[in-house]
């Protein structure tokens, strides 16, 4: 049986995991993709997530930093943020705290999602068209498998977003081709 020794509390632990994280990655740059943007009016705060294809984390941009933004940051949009990694010690939930963000265009996932939306939610009609081709030059064959698994989290992520199960249960039976 393991000795007892290295025995912490969770609240010591996430301090310990604090304190290694905010010394390895300090003063960091991170390219990434706006989702789930928040501002907060009354604190001036701005919380968010950053994804890329295939992963994504959480981000906060507190007033101090945020307030000398010359453009508003909002889903979809690409961005490189400079920022520490911390950890929020009441939820052991590792995030870039962010101190400066430049605007780096839209994002593929957005680009992607778009064209999709224009051709009416064919993958066909969205592998012959221009917009396609404006996000990706990989081959037909490889953009339609890449954009497919998207497409698939995609609509896995909006299933476990619905409330109503009888709006689920549709939205299941509609796409269920992408879910299994």
């Not at 928040?38 to 604190?43: G, V």
């Not at 064959?141 to 909006?158: A, N, V």
Request: charged share 25%; net charge positive.
């Amino acid at each position: 049986m393991p000795e007892l020794r290295n025995q912490y509390t969770v609240s010591e632990l996430n301090a310990q995991i604090r304190f290694l994280l905010e010394g390895a990655f300090s003063d960091i740059w991170v390219t990434g993709e706006i989702s789930n943007f928040h501002y907060h009016p009354s604190s001036g705060h701005m919380y968010f997530t950053m994804k890329d294809g295939r992963g994504e984390m959480q981000c906060a941009m507190f007033r101090g930093n945020n307030q000398y933004l010359k453009f508003k940051p909002s889903d979809g949009m690409e961005v490189r943020v400079l920022g520490s990694v911390s950890i929020y010690e009441q939820r052991g939930q590792v995030q870039l705290i962010v101190s400066r963000m430049e605007p780096a265009g839209l994002g593929d996932l957005f680009k992607a999602f778009e064209a999709l939306k224009k051709c009416g939610g064919s993958l066909t009609k969205l592998a012959c068209s221009a917009d396609f081709d404006k996000w990706t030059s990989a081959p037909v064959h490889r953009r339609c498998g890449g954009f497919l698994k998207y497409y698939t989290k995609l609509m896995k992520e909006q299933v476990a977003t619905i409330k109503n199960d009888q709006l689920k249960q549709a939205f299941k039976k509609r796409f269920s081709r992408f879910l299994n």
